[in-house]
């Protein structure tokens, strides 16, 4: 019998709609916060404020990956979890049930393994010669950064090819593992970085990071999910999903998404390592870590439940779904919120006892504006995931809107005022765009979708 305050415990965590795919999601995050602390300490005593500001910058031009991905792993989710639902397990550990539907998973498998496998060689070959061109723009004496460009841009790619297989599994009820491995995927990479870090290798930890990332995958997909994937070679689809009527309109759509997602997330440090030199791009890319490791941390509850919306979405279970869904966004937001004051007081005190870690980080006032924008985007982010539970995404036209006009703003005011610029271009982009046209699309959509 478990002890009373065990069992007590547990009944709380439920309340919080917190399974073993959301506790191993969490853990994922809270694990970030210490390996991030490690991480500041570890880059403020073994990197130059200028390979700092370069790692930080490869980690923003890798980011490009979702030019070319366009946001297809969105798409595969949801499309695959609406098949799962007539699915299951044979004795073998195959994919069985009935045929259309397995059939109709079967052919969106192989569409994408196809698909990412030629958009993974492409975004390789693009990615290499773009970052090659951007870096050469300078010189900068000391710092050797052609060779660990390559090898990360050829370990940046080959992980770009484990996206669909993740996509599927979480589209097909998987999402324990698929977050177990997630988590085990940031510790290892989290201590290789560390070893190679305090071993001299500077840049060399961007391709410590990728290699140890893709040495997991492949644990994960051809050991554990060996069987599962087996089915999608040994099964001969009888009935095809036709992509041009069914996903394509999505993909589309979510493609737009993408694209504007990098003027988004990405494009601050490669505007300031241009404008302003590699110090201060270093300076709001390790703010910026932290600021996305608390985006994450909504996503720990968000994310792990979007098969379980499609799911309610394919059962027209409207009011169950509408209760999950503000529920686990009401506890997202607040996570946030809650992580957002913790690290905004520890900036503080960085600074008030004059610790030297503060001059490698954003002063209070940008870092203070990015943590509010944060916080408020994760209403519009936890609308996007019910969204796009329903196989649509209606957001896609002010998310373009949203991305188009915080990249030029970023420019404009980056280019001009440095990281106090970029930081305000987000915040004002965020509270008079996203957030007030998020919130209208939400309402039209409940309307006229769940009449």
């Known amino acids: 019998m478990s002890p009373p ?18 506790a191993y999601s969490i853990l994922e995050k809270v694990w970030r916060f210490p390996a991030g602390l490690i991480t500041l300490l570890l880059i403020s005593s073994y990197l130059t404020p200028e390979v700092q500001g370069f790692y930080f910058t490869f980690i923003s031009v890798l980011a490009l990956q979702g030019l070319i991905e366009l946001g297809f792993s969105l798409v595969i989710t949801p499309f695959a979890s609406h098949e799962w639902v007539h699915l299951g397990w044979d004795g073998k550990g195959l994919i069985a049930g009935e045929e259309k539907p397995l059939s109709r998973l079967i052919s969106l498998g192989r569409l994408v393994f196809k698909w990412y496998l030629i958009a993974g060689i492409l975004f390789t070959v693009c990615v290499f010669f773009a970052g090659n061109w951007f870096f050469s723009q300078e010189t900068y004496p000391g710092i050797h950064w052609q060779g660990p460009w390559l090898v990360a841009t050829i370990l940046a790619g080959l992980q770009f090819f484990t996206l669909p297989f993740y996509a599927i599994l979480e589209g097909c009820n998987q999402i324990k593992n698929v977050y177990l491995f997630r988590l085990l995927k940031a510790i290892f990479s989290a201590l290789s970085m560390w070893a190679v870090m305090v071993s001299g290798g500077e840049l060399w930890i961007v391709a410590a990071v990728l290699g140890s990332r893709f040495l997991v995958d492949l644990v994960f997909i051809l050991g554990l999910c060996r069987n599962f994937f087996k089915s999608f070679i040994s099964i001969t689809p009888t009935t095809h999903i036709p992509w041009k009527s069914e996903v394509w309109p999505m993909q589309w759509r979510i493609s737009l998404g993408a694209i504007s997602a990098y003027f988004m997330f990405s494009i601050y440090s490669p ?32 994310l792990p439940k979007v098969p379980r919306y499609s799911t309610l979405i394919a059962q027209k279970n409207y009011a169950e779904l509408n209760r999950y869904f503000f529920r686990n966004s009401s506890i997202a ?6 992580g957002a004051i913790m690290f905004g007081l520890f900036i503080y005190g960085l600074n008030i006892f004059e610790f030297q870690l503060a001059e490698r980080l954003l002063p209070l006032f940008p870092t203070t504006l990015l943590l509010l924008a944060v916080v408020t985007t994760q209403i519009p982010n936890c609308i996007a995931s019910y969204l796009r539970s329903h196989k649509k995404d209606p957001l896609v036209g002010l998310n373009v809107t949203f991305g188009l006009t915080n990249g030029l703003l970023v420019w404009l005011l980056g280019s001009r005022f440095g990281s106090e610029g970029a930081a305000t271009s987000y915040l004002a982009a965020v509270v008079l765009l996203l957030l007030p046209g998020a919130i209208l699309i939400f309402n039209r959509c409940q309307r006229e979708w769940h009449k």
């Open 5 to 22: 305050i065990f069992s007590h415990g547990i009944r709380f965590l439920r309340w919080l709609e917190v399974d073993r795919a959301v």
């Open 271 to 302: 505007i300031l390592f241009h404008y302003h030199g590699p110090v201060v791009a270093g300076q709001f890319g390790m703010t910026w870590q932290v600021v996305e490791v608390l985006s994450g941390l909504a996503s720990a509850w968000i």
């Open 333 to 338: 937001t607040t996570a946030t919120l809650l």
